[in-house]
């Protein structure tokens, strides 16, 4: 019954997922008739079927349809759970006068003209037309089978990849064909009602057990055509499909809400996290954290906001700001000229190539540091800087320490190095021990999407035999000189992170670089070792606590979903 969705629906919708979950029950309930009342008054399904069967006979006779396949009754084992006195179970395929997929050999896709519409167009509720993956002129339109083609009234089905996706066709003036991926019904039911039945939890099960593949999960239009569909009068299909209509646009309105206060929430944890970054001074900036402190707890309660707090902790860290200055540090000055002594020695020696000559670094292009801080360019810091080599390899991972592997793109994450990331070195091809990843190491991606260029990480430790891919660019530092967790944490904020985003280059996000001569101009903010040491153990305490609060809030949406799921169970059985 309704009341009882009325009365789990204040717990259900206290959360984004709890809504999804609602969204389930109103269509559970739907199609086991509890979500309106029966009328003792409506035709009971079994006459609808029985027109249903006749003029299914005629269309046959007259050759306008094939003549079915024979199915038997749904017996008791297939049929999920009880229906009221006047429903009926049947078949999706005894029910429909036309099944059918799209083209599997569409026409080639002229451009423009009338669209070809595929999986991706068909949403729940709605056929989206605006961005087809194929268009057809009118000839080829024409030349189409008529089982491509549909008109209103017709249910369309996404049968490949993310199956279960329906919609109703409506629009009397919209003229498009399918592809394979979507399957078109043309049945006696309401239409709504049937899209209904088909998107229900109960019918995303059957395509769950009966969908065959693995990359791309299909379910097979025969075995679409066994499905068992619960029929209720034909007087309360409609009945059904104006009360799901009502709910639904109840739960649209909770998400637009939700969305709404997130988007609130979110603005105001950036304004005040901006409070820190541009705090005039120490003073000011202890005031500031005070104030975020004293609310914290209604400030950061969701992932998005805990993301907001990590990266201002990393700005504040890299401007100087996260730990207190000790007058008695060595300026950055003195620790650049020891560097660059040392650099000259390994370049007389021949250890170390020498560096091209760079431009100072213009501070005034970035943020103010304080007194005893210095910009640098990461070239005067480095004492090597090379990239791999990445053969043909076999696509699995080298299986234990004995074999060789290449490391992957993905083997860089943000502050994270990922050891079992990595493609088997063929046993024919010899490795390079020059491109061998050690301890110490600073790897950073040079080519791929834009999303992973210049994803950079320290390699702490590792197992043997990995060598670095071309992708990869790899650099040590001068010894002595740079505490290599602090320059990794530089080049993940601050205005170090901001010129990588600015320095890739590429004709499409798809595939973007950054070469070795923009990455060695990369400006850094040096401060003494000692702070350098002080700043990492800070940023490292308080970035495991945002962790642990993270894995709290995974907790409780967890706890969340299984509360939904509960209350699913209990209205379901209260009905």
């Known amino acids: 019954m309704s009341v009882v969705l009325s009365e789990q629906l204040p717990l259900l919708a206290t959360a984004q997922a709890g809504i999804q979950k609602l969204r389930g029950l109103i269509l559970e309930l739907a199609v086991r008739g509890k979500l309106v009342p029966q009328d003792p008054n409506d035709e009971p399904a079994s006459e609808l079927l029985k027109r249903i069967a006749n003029e299914r006979a005629r269309l046959e006779a007259e050759g306008k349809i094939k003549k079915a396949k024979a199915q038997p009754p749904v017996d008791e084992d297939e049929q999920p759970f009880g229906l009221p006195e006047t429903w009926k ?342 490795p390079r021990p020059e491109c061998v990843v050690a301890a110490g190491d600073i790897l950073i991606t040079r080519a791929g999407p834009k999303n992973r260029v210049a994803i950079s990480c320290l390699v702490e430790t590792t197992r043997p035999r990995l060598m670095i891919s071309d992708k990869i660019i790899r650099f040590h530092l001068v010894e002595g000189g740079m505490y290599e967790k602090f320059v990794a944490l530089c080049l993940n904020a601050g205005a170090t992170a901001a010129y990588l985003e600015n320095a890739k280059s590429g004709m499409a996000a798809s595939q973007m670089n950054i070469t070795q001569e923009k990455l060695r101009a990369v400006p850094i903010p040096i401060c003494s070792t000692s702070e350098q040491h002080r700043i990492v153990v800070k940023v490292d305490e308080l970035l495991a606590l945002i962790n642990r609060l993270k894995d709290g809030l995974a907790e409780s949406r967890a706890q969340q979903d299984r509360l939904a799921t509960t209350l699913i169970e209990t209205a379901l059985k209260a009905a």
């Open 89 to 430: 179970w049947s078949r999706l395929g005894i029910v429909s006068e036309k099944l059918t997929d799209g083209s599997h050999n569409p026409p080639p896709d002229c451009g423009s003209g009338l669209p070809m519409l595929s999986s991706q167009n068909v949403q729940d509720g709605w056929i989206d037309t605006s961005n087809p993956s194929r268009y057809l002129s009118e000839q080829d339109f024409a030349a189409e089978d008529s089982r491509t083609k549909v008109t209103i009234g017709d249910v369309l089905l996404t049968i490949v990849a993310s199956i279960g996706r329906s919609a109703v066709v409506t629009d009397e003036h919209c003229r498009f064909a399918l592809q394979r991926s979507v399957a078109v019904i043309r049945s006696g039911l309401a239409p709504n009602f049937l899209s209904i039945q088909l998107r229900a939890p109960v019918a995303r099960n059957y395509y769950d057990k009966h969908g065959k593949g693995t990359a791309q999960k299909g379910i097979y239009l025969g075995k679409l055509g066994e499905m068992p569909v619960a029929i209720p009068p034909l007087a309360e299909q409609h009945r059904i499909v104006a009360k799901v209509d009502e709910l639904m646009s109840l739960c649209d309105r909770l998400e637009a809400e939700h969305s709404d206060a997130t988007a609130e929430h979110e603005r105001l944890v950036a304004t005040l996290l901006g409070t820190l970054t541009q705090s005039a001074d120490a003073a000011n900036l202890a005031a500031n954290w005070q104030r975020l402190a004293e609310h914290f707890d209604t400030l950061f309660t969701t992932e998005s906001s805990l993301d907001a707090l990590k990266q201002t902790i990393l700005q504040l860290a890299v401007m100087g700001k996260l730990v207190a200055q000790d007058p008695n540090d060595e300026p950055a000055s003195e620790l650049l000229k020891r560097i660059a002594k040392e650099r000259a020695r390994l370049e007389a020696e021949g250890t170390c190539k020498k560096s091209k000559a760079m431009p100072p670094v213009d501070g005034d292009a970035f943020y103010s540091l304080p007194n005893n801080w210095q910009w640098s360019a990461l070239d005067s810091l480095v004492r090597v800087m090379d990239s791999g080599w990445s053969p043909a390899c076999i696509e699995t991972p080298s299986p234990n320490n004995d074999v060789w592997g290449v490391l992957k793109t993905t083997a860089v994450q943000t502050f994270q190095y990922l050891e079992y990331e990595n493609k088997e070195l063929p046993a024919h091809l010899e």
